[in-house]
T-cell receptor, first 114, second 111 residues
Framework: AAGVIQSPRHLIKEKRETATLKCYPISRHDTVYWYQQGPGQDPQFLISFYEKMQSDKGSIPDRFSAQQFSDYHSELNMSSLELGDSALYFC?????????????FGEGSRLTVL | QKEVEQDPGPLSVPEGAIVSLNCTYSNSAFQYFMWYRQYSRKGPELLMYTYSSGNKEDGRFTAQVDKSSKYISLFIRDSQPSDSATYLCAMKQGSNYKLTFGKGTLLTVNP
């Protein structure tokens, strides 16, 4: 079965530009999570969605926004990019809510801000 | 103080060794405890999941939770070079979605 698909896998942007990351969850998974992992850091929870509604919010900057669409895919929009936004962004999906923490992660989107 | 503390290592062991990885936590509301394995440049992959205090075994892996001490462990028996990865502990409160991760321990198993 296909896993969580993230695109693009790599993205290079300049400061103050905008970036959009996409996540396609596993089929029949209705919960999507976004995590940010800086170099040598643990994944930091950004935001989650269940059934197209925001279910929880973590340390997501105001410059970032996200949504889950009717087909359950999710997009993370990042504006006014800063150097510190350079990181690996993971999307994870899970069935149902609230789940037990058994998340299925994608391979990540590596954002580099120059 | 971070909610979840994990020694980042690195930890280097010979093939066949028993590996012990540990995390401590401060939030007594955590109810679900997980261990994820992350290979370089890949997403975390769930290894073990436990809910209550006690031990849970799956093949060469044993997860241990001691809620009274706020301490969790992952033991790897007969370690293999393919076990070389970063191991992240993660925890979750009952009704929340958010997982809180430890910093991860980089393990290298030398053949």
């Amino acid at each position: 079965a296909a896993g969580v698909i993230q695109s693009p896998r790599h993205l290079i942007k300049e400061k103050r530009e905008t970036a959009t990351l996409k996540c396609y969850p596993i089929s029949r998974h209705d919960t999507v999570y976004w995590y940010q992992q800086g170099p040598g850091q643990d994944p930091q929870f950004l935001i989650s969605f269940y059934e197209k509604m925001q279910s929880d919010k973590g340390s997501i900057p105001d410059r970032f926004s996200a949504q889950q669409f009717s087909d359950y895919h999710s997009e993370l929009n990042m504006s006014s990019l800063e150097l510190g936004d350079s990181a690996l962004y993971f999307c994870a999906s899970a069935p149902g809510q609230p789940n037990t923490g058994e998340l299925f992660f994608g391979e990540g989107s590596r954002l580099t801000v120059l | 103080q971070k909610e979840v503390e994990q020694d980042p290592g690195p930890l280097s062991v010979p093939e066949g060794a028993i590996v012990s990885l540990n995390c401590t936590y401060s939030n007594s509301a955590f109810q679900y405890f997980m261990w994820y394995r992350q290979y370089s440049r890949k997403g975390p992959e769930l290894l073990m999941y436990t809910y209550s205090s006690g031990n849970k075994e799956d093949g060469r892996f044993t997860a241990q939770v001691d809620k009274s001490s706020k301490y969790i462990s992952l033991f790897i028996r007969d370690s293999q070079p393919s076990d070389s990865a970063t191991y992240l502990c993660a925890m979750k409160q009952g009704s929340n979605y958010k997982l809180t991760f430890g910093k991860g321990t980089l393990l290298t198993v030398n053949p």
